[in-house]
């Protein structure tokens, strides 16, 4: 069982002990402009303990999603978090506002013009979402679905499907040298299948 957790400004106490963990996931961005202040400090701690890492940004549908692609594609290049070994990077998307699947289609585009080219990235978002909410069947298939659907077995979220790789199972784990409650995730896929390659 793989199993990972995901970080935030939140957690700025990573102590990065990490007992039984083979992945992280960073928030390294939101909407335009804001960096999480504690990003370098997470990156540097999540490289130093072996763990596989990848940066998420969260969406803020009220912009241009070519604006908020451009802020989070910078911060991707900086720390060269699209690089072979790496999570792919991942858009979190989770709220209500206008049309889902333009925005974030939009976003993912233009995130592969600003890296350089089509890539693996990861959508993340609920799975009441990902039922009713996202028509990604005729996505590219480098889009993968990490599913947050809490209190269900690890690997087993209320939906799933062939694209799905990571299922978020609980937001009230704890990780040893995190402190408080942490997101932690089960890796569908096997975790060289969800890494750059």
């Known amino acids: 069982m793989t199993l990972g957790f995901d970080i935030s400004g939140w957690q700025e106490d990573v102590q990065w002990e990490a007992t039984g963990h083979s992945f992280v996931y960073i928030k390294a961005t939101e909407g335009i402009g804001y960096v999480n202040p504690w990003l370098s400090e997470q990156h540097s701690g999540a490289v130093g303990s072996g763990l ?50 333009a925005w974030v ?13 089509e890539r693996p990235v990861m959508l993340y978002s609920s799975a009441s979402w990902f039922s009713t909410g996202f028509l990604h069947t005729d996505w590219a298939l480098s889009v993968a679905l990490w599913v947050a659907s809490w209190g269900r077995p690890p690997g087993h979220p209320s939906y799933l499907s062939p694209r799905v790789a990571i299922h978020q199972y609980t937001a009230n784990g704890t990780v040893p040298g995190v402190s408080g409650s942490v997101d932690l995730d089960y890796a569908v896929w096997p975790l060289s299948q969800v890494l750059i390659p």
């Not at 908020?68 to 594609?73: G, K, L, Q, V």
């Not at 289609?105 to 890296?115: C, Q, R, S, Y």
């Open 52 to 101: 596989a890492w990848g940066f998420y940004h969260y969406a803020n549908p009220h912009n241009d999603p070519s604006d908020d692609a451009r802020s989070f594609s910078n911060v991707v290049k900086k720390y060269d978090a699209d690089a072979s070994g790496c999570l792919p990077p991942c858009l979190d998307f989770e709220t209500h506002v206008g049309d889902p699947n």
């Open 105 to 117: 289609f939009t976003f993912l585009t233009t995130v592969w013009e600003e890296l350089g080219g």
